[in-house]
């Protein structure tokens, strides 16, 4: 805790950032990030010998092999999402800030690349020790580096500095049998989502359609060889029952498809009422009764 008042709260967060928000409704609203822990090389090296120590049970718990183990004989699907430091540029956003990222590729692409592959070695050593206990059915990636109308960093730059990077952790994964690589990006991906093919990823998610992104025209252009997560627009639950109706009428083609399980493009805002969403879930259950997802 830095400091407080009736209308805000200052602290540092796990993720060692200094940042700004609302003290009685802190999830209303986006915070206000003030500083970052990483500026330098020397910031990162620190940071990552201090933190980053890719022993399970620092960063799942100390009974992270009964918690493994137990998933074994399962009749589900285990899914694993490496949620903030599973990824190539969402994990280094967090740790330089948007804005100081975007720039190191042009300013110091060296250490843009040594940050990478730490954070690659870093998710390979992790991802062993959990697959030497258990096996699991998907892996999954975060990313979040999508504003409403594009990508924060380029396709072309996606695949000069990141495409490596997956390719090590999704060879390493495939090649230890995990069948499928899901990835994680809120806002307009639409360019990037030939780089992640070719990395192996072929599961993507949320699909936020607020930001263009629309399930339908994906699966035109991709088919099944990518499969899909999300994609209902969180908007048409807040409106009500008839644009409930509407949008599961617009993405019933892509769940009769198949390769794909319909839910919010992201978490529910506070202006969906508790009776839309539950309206909203009794008519997916009864729009998926029948189809491949049912499965």
């Not at 529910?268 to 009764?289: H, K, V, W």
């Amino acid at each position: 805790m830095i400091e407080q008042d009736d209308v805000y709260i200052t602290y540092v967060d796990a993720q060692g950032i200094i940042m700004r928000e609302f003290k009685n409704n802190p999830y209303s609203s986006m915070p206000q990030f003030i500083r970052f822990p990483v500026e330098t090389r020397e910031d990162f090296r620190k940071f990552w010998r201090e933190r980053m120590v890719p022993d399970p049970a620092l960063h799942i718990g100390p009974d992270w092999r009964e918690q493994s183990q137990q998933h074994r004989n399962r009749d589900y699907p285990f899914v694993i999402i490496a949620d903030r430091w599973g990824g190539m540029f969402g994990p280094l956003r967090n740790l330089l800030g948007v804005e100081n990222l975007c720039m190191m590729f042009y300013d110091d692409p060296a250490f843009v690349e040594e940050m990478m592959e730490a954070d690659a070695d870093f998710i390979i050593a992790m991802l062993g020790q959990i697959l030497d206990e258990t096996d699991i059915d998907v892996f999954g990636l975060w990313e979040d580096m999508g504003y409403n109308t594009g990508p924060l960093v380029s396709a072309d730059m996606v695949r000069k500095y990141m495409l490596p990077q997956y390719k090590r952790v999704i060879e390493f994964a495939r090649g230890r049998g995990v069948p499928h690589i899901t990835l994680d990006s809120d806002g307009q991906i639409d360019s990037l989502i030939p780089v992640w093919l070719d990395a192996g990823v072929d599961i993507l998610y949320p699909f936020e359609c607020a930001a263009g992104m629309d399930v339908v025209a994906v699966r035109k252009k991709y088919g099944l060889d990518l499969r899909m997560w999300g994609g209902f627009d969180k908007r048409a639950v807040a409106r009500g029952k008839q644009a409930i109706d509407a949008e599961l009428a617009r993405i019933a083609p892509v769940i009769e498809d198949g390769g794909y399980i319909p839910y919010l493009d992201h978490t529910a805002p506070p202006d969906i009422s508790f009776g839309n969403y539950c309206y909203f879930m009794e008519r997916l259950l009864q729009t998926l009764e029948g189809t491949p997802c049912a499965k």
